[in-house]
């Protein structure tokens, strides 16, 4: 049982979490349109991951839920860099991850995750790391069908970046599928009105 010394770092480690619904991704101001926070981010990244584990069959659910959740939480603390800014500043994310995971009682699970994301040896590390690109892919997908032609260039580098077979078939899905087509049923006694 925790004693209350670690309840508090608990809260502190919670506020920090919530961090991230106020930290944005920074790569959708080069589109022109597009926004996003980190923890919606993650959130449909550990949706993807639930997804692709079901289309895998045999990599471990919960691990692989628990890497797409935390695999951006040291940007509580550094914020998200995109790729024109790692070009220029470096972030030092293996600190922020051990400052973040400081002091907590699952502080070493929370480090031992973020290091099986980084290294990428496992199968729910692969699955997890298509889970983020395809979280971005959605997006893409829906901006270029609302006229971002800049979209169709990210999306052709974000393929080249997924690592598993369950990965290149959900893009492949994705990009013949209508991102309206779950809720516009073109049905005239939906929309017309007599």
């Keep these: 049982m925790s004693d209350l010394n670690d309840k508090a770092r608990i809260v502190d ?3 920090e979490a919530m961090m991230l619904k106020r930290t944005p991704r920074t790569g959708y101001q080069f589109l022109g349109h597009g926004r996003e926070n980190v ?3 993650s959130f449909g990244v ?3 991951a639930f997804t692709l584990v079901q289309m895998n069959g045999e990599a471990d659910l919960g691990r692989t839920m628990k890497l797409a959740l935390f695999h951006d939480l040291p940007e509580a603390r550094t914020g998200d860099l995109n790729y024109m800014n790692k070009r220029y500043a470096s972030v030092d994310e293996e600190r922020a991850m051990n ?3 400081e002091g907590l ?3 070493p699970a929370l ?3 973020w290091v099986e994301w980084n290294e990428g040896r496992t199968p729910e590390a692969r699955l997890a790391h298509d889970a983020d690109q395809l979280d971005m892919v959605l997006e ?5 069908t609302l006229g971002s032609e800049q979209a169709e260039d990210w999306l052709f580098y974000a393929h080249k970046r997924l690592r598993t077979d369950e990965g290149k078939a959900l893009f492949d899905e994705i990009m013949k599928t209508d991102p309206s087509r779950w809720w516009f049923e073109k049905r005239e006694d939906y929309w017309v009105r007599k």
């Design 99 to 101: 400052d973040a995971a």
């Design 13 to 15: 480690f919670l506020y």
């Design 111 to 113: 480090k031992e995750l």
């Design 46 to 48: 550990t949706v993807l």
């Design 140 to 144: 893409l997908r829906r901006l270029h």
């Design 105 to 107: 009682p699952f502080g």
């Design 39 to 41: 923890a919606e981010h």
